[in-house]
């Protein structure tokens, strides 16, 4: 007996041949060395991690470690009672659905949020705050373009991060808020003086909710949340939402949006943000003309755009290879541009020595296994 077979059938056979070939290059990938950073350090990023990556349409890694100590367990179940979640030991555990607080890794969600405003052409980072926001005009402050916002180059001197956090959990609404922020002095130049602060989002997210008419938590859901799917991110339920660190998340949502921001702005076919956006969120503002006033020291070799720490080898016309937004509970969000991956880390534990370097260490194993 003989078989004949179709041109058809032949192209088919082909290409099922290439699939196969093609399907094990990700388990070929070697994770060992990210394995062995989890393992070794689970105790002291406070015994829960997640850690999520992404590349080319799937996520390529998923793995959770919990191994917490017996005061760790009683604080966490002090927490949880306090949140009403249940008290037990799997409650506490950690996977890619675990919704915790993120701290400043919210600035890159708002800084894209105030973006989508740009790309519909209702918001130009040229204008000056003090057109959306006369109290800023009242207090001198009216001529600070909205782009500086973005890139803590306000020049606003709202005290240290705590500082700089309480002025805006203190107030009672948003107005109250910006009028906090418009007192404080000033302590250099708009545009080249860098000061990592809450305050610029803060003013930006007041403008967002003034040309829209909604609120901010809402215009969050509607613009950036819901076209990612990201079902458990949002601002809290506080009285004004702090743009650049109130936000709750999971690792599962927060990688919707990683995945987002690396695809040029586009999420499952969606175009969230326009690709001219994502580049623009991703050039170097930290000039060599810029007064540093304050930033964190595990930062301070690297740039900074639009709500995100950029890899400071990069020119300030091109898009970074390398963007980020650590928050101050631990969790770590990146993208690689060059390697095209997403990853995202979440832990909670305030206090930890050496924190960036062993971060460095992490993502330099991420970037191998990717290569």
């Given at each position: 007996?003989?078989?004949?077979?179709?041109?058809?059938?032949?192209?088919?056979?082909?290409?099922?041949?290439?699939?196969?070939?093609?399907?094990?290059?990700?388990?070929?990938q070697d994770f060992s060395r990210v394995d062995d950073w989890l393992a070794r350090n689970i105790k002291v990023v406070g015994g829960r991690e997640v850690l999520v990556i992404y590349k080319d349409g799937q996520i390529v890694y998923n793995k959770s470690i919990n191994d917490l100590n017996v005061r760790q367990k009683m604080i966490g179940r002090m927490i949880n009672r306090r949140q009403g979640k249940p008290?037990?030991?799997?409650?506490?555990?950690?996977?890619?659905?675990?919704?915790?607080?993120?701290?400043s890794c919210s600035k890159w969600l708002?800084?894209?949020?105030?973006?989508?405003?740009?790309?519909?052409?209702?918001?130009?980072?040229?204008?000056?705050?003090?057109?959306?926001?006369?109290?800023?005009?009242?207090?001198?402050?009216?001529?600070?373009?909205i782009k500086y916002c973005l890139s803590h180059l306000t020049a606003i001197n709202t005290g240290d991060l705590k500082e700089s956090r309480d002025i805006i959990n203190n107030a009672s609404s948003m107005n109250d808020a910006i009028e906090s922020v418009a007192k404080a002095d000033m302590e250099g130049v708009p545009g080249k003086t860098f000061h990592y602060s809450s305050a610029g989002l803060q003013i930006a997210a007041a403008i967002i909710e003034k040309i829209s008419g909604k609120k901010f938590n809402d215009?969050?859901?509607?613009?950036?949340?819901?076209?990612?799917?990201?079902?458990?991110?949002?601002?809290?339920?506080?009285?004004?939402?702090?743009?650049?660190?109130?936000?709750?998340?999971?690792?599962?949502?927060?990688?919707?949006?990683?995945?987002?921001?690396?695809?040029?702005?586009?999420?499952?076919?969606?175009?969230?943000?326009?690709?001219?956006?994502?580049i623009e969120m991703q050039k170097n503002r930290i000039t060599k003309d810029i007064t540093i006033a304050y930033t964190p020291d595990e930062t301070k070799s690297m740039g900074y755009g639009y709500g995100e720490w950029l890899n400071n080898d990069t020119a300030g016309d091109q898009r970074s290879d390398m963007a980020t937004s650590p928050g101050l509970f631990g969790s770590l969000p990146w993208i690689n541009n060059k390697e095209h991956y997403a990853a995202f880390l979440m832990v909670l534990n305030i206090q930890y020595k050496g924190r960036q370097e062993k971060y460095n260490d992490l993502m330099r194993r991420v970037d191998e296994a990717m290569q």
């Open positions: 007996m003989s078989y004949k077979f179709s041109p058809s059938c032949l192209k088919c056979s082909i290409a099922i041949i290439l699939l196969l070939l093609l399907h094990p290059c990700y388990a070929q008290d037990t030991d799997s409650a506490l555990n950690f996977t890619d659905s675990t919704r915790e607080p993120i701290a708002s800084a894209a949020l105030v973006m989508t405003f740009v790309d519909e052409g209702k918001l130009n980072l040229e204008d000056s705050i003090g057109k959306y926001l006369p109290i800023m005009n009242k207090y001198g402050k009216g001529g600070i373009k215009l969050f859901e509607e613009r950036i949340a819901k076209p990612c799917n990201m079902v458990n991110t949002d601002f809290g339920a506080a009285r004004v939402p702090l743009a650049a660190g109130s936000a709750f998340s999971t690792p599962k949502d927060y990688m919707n949006f990683l995945s987002m921001i690396l695809n040029d702005g586009k999420y499952k076919g969606v175009q969230v943000l326009s690709n001219a956006s994502v």
